[in-house]
């Protein structure tokens, strides 16, 4: 095999370095490479479309920070914005206005909330989404579907996609049995089963909380039944449907995956694009769930740093940007080439793949099984991926180092780029045949 840190050597030995004082040499282990084998890159910055890595490499970027860069890395009104927000100061742990401006554009694109309460991260959002409808409901029991990825949250850390499942910890140590007793796991798209569980006990369930479109098995979608099902059941038996929109909001649509499918769920909890590449989370919903939060209500939350004046600033910049420039059509309509291209050049060389997306969002599944959950994306060959993931790497082009996330398309991105990531795709599968 390859020798990789004679390619790479100043990610190499900054990876080296990092591992003696940082666990693994990273602060996400999605970042490890964990996945595909070798090194990670070290970025030394990032620019519109590209990453730029310590040996001078540049790469298209479709990760964008596992997200939140649909408009592609230093925006102008992004930087500008920032820029103009710490000069202000940078954190206050105070109230400013900057908070209720970016909780007016969430309310204002996504007509299910209509509260918003600012929190640092996807994993705060999600974690207190769970806390509020335990509140609200007065109960214990909280559903989940395997291979969804809620952030690290005891109560969720269980069938867990991402690089829980990438590195084979669905279900982590450190996470006491009591943590995890009341939270039920089922299949995505599984039907019968959500049925089965709601007719069992559904009056002990508070919540259901799900990414409406999941990207943390890789890129999977719902079935209209499975949701039409779900908004059904939970309805019936007052649980609280909870959709995760950390990947999805406004990276599916300046709605989100809802506005797109038509849904309507009680608590919705946001990240990633959201804060325009600035550490922002959020969960809003219904008024009267989300007047039980203190201090308009008893179930506590908190956090210093929330609503930051210069992450708030970001979101706001990011939003008006989506808002007033949409570049999702011309996402969808890219992100579909990158597909016919990969798929046609999969048939050519007999390599057998699926290739799942919606809107900017997708994965190349190396199996010849239709993915629709969990148990069908592991049927992939996932030693294949790792070797498309490093041919792929080796042309420019960085992808997510597991099969088990989806990539994402940018704004920055040209037609000229994206047929250098097709031509590159193309190669790189015959590489692999
Ligand atoms: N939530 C991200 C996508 N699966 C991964 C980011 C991380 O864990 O660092």
Known sequence: ???????????????????????GGVNSPARAFGGVG???????????PFLYDLDGNRYLDFIGSWGPMILGHCHPAV????????????????????????????????????????????????????RLARGFTGRDNVVKFAGCYHG???????SAGSSALTLGVPNSPGVPVGCTQDTSVLRFNDVAALAELFAAKGDKIAGVILEPIVGNMGLVPPTAEFRSELRRLTQKYGAILIYDEVMTGFRLGYGGAQV??????????FGKVLGGGYPVGAYGGRADIMKKIMPAGPVFQAGTLSGNPVAMAAGIATLNELKVNPPYARLEEQSNRIGVGLLKAAASVNVPVQFNRVGSMWTLFFTDTPVTDLDTAKTC?????????WEMMDRGVYLPCSQFEAAFTCAAMTAEHI???????VESLKAVA
Request: with cysteine.
């Open 1 to 23: 095999m390859l020798d990789l840190s004679t390619v790479r050597p100043a990610s190499a030995s900054a990876f080296e370095r990092a591992k003696t004082v940082i666990p």
């Open 38 to 48: 070798g090194n990670p890159l070290f970025i030394a910055r990032a620019d519109g």
């Open 79 to 130: 930087v500008e914005a920032t820029i103009a927000a710490v000069k202000n100061g940078s954190s206050y742990g105070a109230p400013c206005e900057l908070e209720t401006r970016l909780a007016e554009m969430v309310i204002d694109a996504v007509p299910s909330v209509q509260m918003v309460r600012f929190v640092s991260s996807g994993t705060e959002a999600t974690m207190s989404a769970i």
């Open 152 to 158: 690290h949250v005891d109560s969720l850390l269980v």
């Open 260 to 269: 797109m499918l038509g849904d309507s769920p009680d608590l919705t909890c």
């Open 381 to 389: 060959d996932t030693k294949r991926f790792g070797r498309f993931f």
């Open 419 to 425: 047929a250098q990531a097709t031509q590159a795709g």
